[in-house]
């Protein structure tokens, strides 16, 4: 299934790069459907809705042909705030088709961060599910395209109907404009270190790269793909294209969930999925190696845990990374099995370019510390409506990633930590500003600091450190009250877990303050923090 030949990574690479990529989103799906009409190509298996890829690309062709009808047309900026059924991919599909903008919206957000995300991403048309539309009535304005009537709603409620736009379109639509491969396709909101999340703009030529270096980098076939994740991440959209490049299946869950995991693995036969260490942490079971997974994706495991990981699921695990700014950039290849429990993210993989600089964007020596920085032909174009941060996150053509690295003399790469102030919970890119910002609302709260705690299950946790407002005191703000205001304006994931109230912050000389301080006060940051899961003092 791999190439004998050591340098096999290498030369793989080089022929993805020496191929032209699909030109479109709906061309890869095309070329499926020409190949294999008949093939499975989505599986919702907890509500046990299935697509052929014919079926699947004639849903796309009504509802792109009903959405055009609707007045959608090439350029436009659509919401998406959907849940993991068919009707995801198929919008996403469809919008691409079209040549739309799709602005996926987070189901978890609460209307503040609804309302900035559609205001942000200047949305000219919402498709949303019923369940949702609650929220719109919470958010103070709109955006001015925005009007009632340019609301798609799944299930029942206000606005037109997505069932009847699908049922009723014309599987022979073919649009009048076309979208092309430096076409924008999402504008996909990822947290930033500024504050409020800023909207990454992928184009088509993104997605095709992203999903085929995904498909083609080890030289396995994995035709049974799981997605275990939201689709308004950006995971499940590649891997729908991945599986369509390997001619396979997507298996698609309703939601995560690490003691079911290696059931739909088994059930499912899956050759292929990212796989969270909380699944190596749940009790062993004498079936954990039986099963199909030929390679599997991994995420910062813990080095210690890595190859008992692979004996006990039978695979071949291999560390990567990548952001949403820049798709898949790093990973180990299954022929470096010597690095198995090194730490490292591994090599460049196709149409990547990456090196390890200082402040300036010089080159540090081999073996030194300094932050990676990406250049590809398919990177993001930048930040939408943010030119001042797509400013600051380029060294010329060269993408600042705000992660430290360190590169060995073999070229493999580690990361060592962040620069940037950000918070990883779970599968969570949480930035320690939004938070803080959200807290400081509360008049009692004169200032906030967030930090990252670390956590057996979830990876890190949110600690929030505040000082009260002159004339407030703790009976004025209790933990229970700063937590019910966080969850007032925060996604639940980005709700701190642990508080705790100081009368002053360390700080610089020039009057930042010192979070390194903070954290490094003590061994366990959990240590006289309430603790609003348990909802004890610790």
Not at 28 to 52: G, S
Not at 85 to 109: D, H
Not at 251 to 261: D, I, K, L, T
């Amino acid at each position: 299934l791999i190439d004998a030949d050591r340098h096999g990574p290498l030369q793989r690479q080089r022929q993805i790069e020496s191929e032209p990529l699909p030109d479109t989103i709906y061309e890869i799906l095309a070329e499926a459907v020409a190949d294999i009409p008949d093939q499975l190509a989505l599986h919702f298996f907890e509500t046990d809705e299935k697509l052929t890829y014919r079926d699947l690309r004639d849903a796309v062709d009504r509802l792109a042909s009903g959405l055009y009808a609707f007045g959608v047309r090439k350029g436009h900026h659509v919401g998406v705030m959907l849940n993991n059924l068919p009707s995801f991919p198929i919008t996403w599909l469809a919008l691409g088709r079209l040549g739309a903008v799709v602005i996926p919206i987070n189901i978890r957000y609460t209307p503040p961060e609804i309302g900035y995300v559609l205001n942000d991403g200047d949305a000219e048309f919402l498709i949303i599910d019923s369940a949702y539309l609650p929220s719109l009535d919470d958010i103070e304005d709109l955006p001015p395209a925005l009007t009632e009537d340019r609301i798609v709603v799944q299930g029942d409620g206000k606005g037109k109907d997505f069932d009847r736009l699908l049922a009723e379109g014309d599987p022979g639509f073919v649009p009048p404009e076309l979208a092309a491969p430096d076409d924008l396709m999402n504008i996909q909101y990822t947290s930033g270190t500024t504050g409020f999340p800023k909207g990454c703009m992928l184009r088509h030529r993104y997605w095709a790269g992203t999903a085929t270096v995904a498909a083609r980098r080890d030289g396995v076939r994995c035709p049974n793909i799981l997605a275990h994740q939201p689709y308004f991440y950006m995971d499940p959209q590649w891997m729908t294209l991945m599986a369509f490049l390997q001619r396979g299946t997507l298996f698609v869950a309703n939601r995560p969930s690490a003691s079911r995991f290696m059931d739909w693995v088994r059930a499912h036969q899956i050759h292929f999925c990212i796989f969270p260490e909380v699944v190596y942490r749940q009790p062993p079971d004498p079936r954990d190696g039986d099963n199909e997974l030929r390679r599997v994706a991994i995420y910062g495991v813990r080095k210690s845990v890595h190859a008992d990981l692979q004996r006990r699921f039978n695979v071949q695990a291999r560390e990567a990374f990548g952001m949403t700014e820049i798709g898949s950039t790093l990973f180990v290849p299954l022929e470096a099995t010597e690095m198995v429990g090194s730490g490292s993210c591994g090599i460049p993989v196709a149409f990547r370019e990456v090196r390890v600089v200082d402040d300036e964007g010089n080159d540090v020596p081999q073996g030194e510390i300094g932050e990676l920085v990406v250049r590809g032909p398919n990177i993001l174009l930048g930040y939408y409506n943010k030119p001042e941060a797509t400013a600051e996150s380029f060294f010329g053509d060269w993408f600042r990633t705000g992660d430290l690295f360190r590169q060995d003399v073999n070229g493999f790469i580690y990361i060592v930590g962040r620069k940037k102030d950000m918070i990883r919970r779970s599968s969570e890119n949480i930035a320690a500003r939004e938070v803080e910002a959200a807290l400081m609302l509360m008049p009692e709260i004169d200032e906030a600091g967030v930090v990252p705690v670390p956590d057996e299950t979830r990876g890190e946790e949110v600690k929030a450190y505040v000082v009260l407002a002159e004339g407030f005191d703790r009976s004025d703000a209790p933990p229970e009250k700063i937590i019910e205001h966080a969850s007032e304006h925060l996604a639940v994931f980005k709700v701190p877990r642990y508080l705790e109230y100081r009368t002053e912050f360390p700080r610089t000389p020039s009057l930042k303050l010192k979070k390194g301080e903070l954290i490094a006060e003590k061994e366990d940051l959990r240590a006289g923090s309430w603790d609003a899961v348990d909802r004890i003092w610790r």
